[in-house]
């Protein structure tokens, strides 16, 4: 079972009265500490043993995160009382715990977890692998310099690179070797580990650039927190997101869940809370008059943009399962019935038309099957990454049933949902046919 190494032992000086009476591990982005989002995306590929090592202010990492079995791992500590000096330190005091390859993390580097997942599967042999960037690099940044798949030089200050190392390492019980020696000559620092392993050509590159999405940062300074807060949001978006939940819903539904996830509420909190918001609408809509259908509508639209809170919020806190999801799809079918009832009933009420049963079934069934045909057309969608076909899902339909409540015209909305809806399940059948 592959573990991983995960350095937690610095201060992070640079973050000023942040990491006054807390180390830098447990600075909180979006609800989680760094170090709790390490651990969470390694999670996710695999990773369930982690050995952290401490240093400043170590005793609070192990109070919050404890032997792990919250998070569903195993955590064990080793202690570096030489923390102010360079990481390779907090590399060796590891060494007896480790006797096969594994995964070496820094606790103020955060990634997603497909990096970590290629790098895993990746079939590159050495000591040590990198896995680079191939970015512009910043003054700060740790350059690297490859030919060939093969690390020549490494550092802060060298005058040639081609790369920049992300933090993200694949280590065989060897690297310790490399480690020591570098360590006696008096270089400290995990560059300088990997410049040794690099004189032997036993350190080799692993290339982000070619995984999709991938994004990764090192969080040294409060600008550095903030552009993680924005990487976390952007990747929010999903890639079957249909033109109103991407252009409207989304942005707004985003904020909500910037403040609620620094709270305790859970994903399927939320999904009800969107569910309850349906059933007002429906209400409004029965009591049959212009300013509670007007208002009906506009409830209808802030349902379903806080039905996107609740998977951002469980993509953002590692809290994404089957049941969350498949409760949130029961509650959003509950929720399209009953708004559609309201319509049909308000309709009717309104004109004493019969056509409104006609077309409110009509709409109805078109909507069921618009949610039956989503998950095979979002495999496709997805995998074709066609960036302009346009996606009519749950977002378009109760768009337009606020645009049709504020202009006090349900029937023609009910016309223009089962006309929608039915059309797009014919285009997804279509789609969908090979």
Partial sequence: MLKALLIAAGRGERLGEITKDRPKPLIDLLGLSLIERIILTAREVGISDFVIVTGYKGEKIKEKLGNGEKYGVKIEYVENREWKKGNALSVMKAKDLFNDKFVLLMSDHI????????????????????????????????????????????????????????????????????????????KDTLSSCVLEAAKNGDARVFDISEIDNAWWIDIDTKEDLREAERILCRNLIKRTDGPISKYINRPISVRISKVLAKTSIKPSTISIIS?????????????????????AGVVGQLSSIIDGCDGEIARLKFMATDYGAWLDAVLDRYGDAFMIAGIIYASWISSGDIKAWLFGLIALIGTFMNSYTAIRYDSIFAERRRKHEIRIGRDVRMFLIMIGSLLNQLFYTLVALGILTNAEVIRRIYVCRD
């Fill in 111 to 186: 990634f997603n977890g497909d990096i970590l997942n290629a790098l895993i599967k990746s079939d590159i042999k050495a000591s040590v692998i990198l896995a680079v960037d191939r970015r512009e690099p910043l003054e700060e940044d740790t350059k690297v310099l490859e030919v060939e798949g093969l690390i020549k030089d490494i550092g802060k200050k060298i005058s040639k690179a081609n790369a920049i190392d992300t933090g993200i390492f694949m280590c065989s019980p060897s690297f310790f070797q490399y480690v020591e020696r570098a360590i006696e000559k008096g």
């Fill in 275 to 295: 569910f309850i918001l349906c059933i007002v609408s429906f209400y409004l809509f029965f009591i049959g008059n212009y300013l509670s259908i007007a208002l």
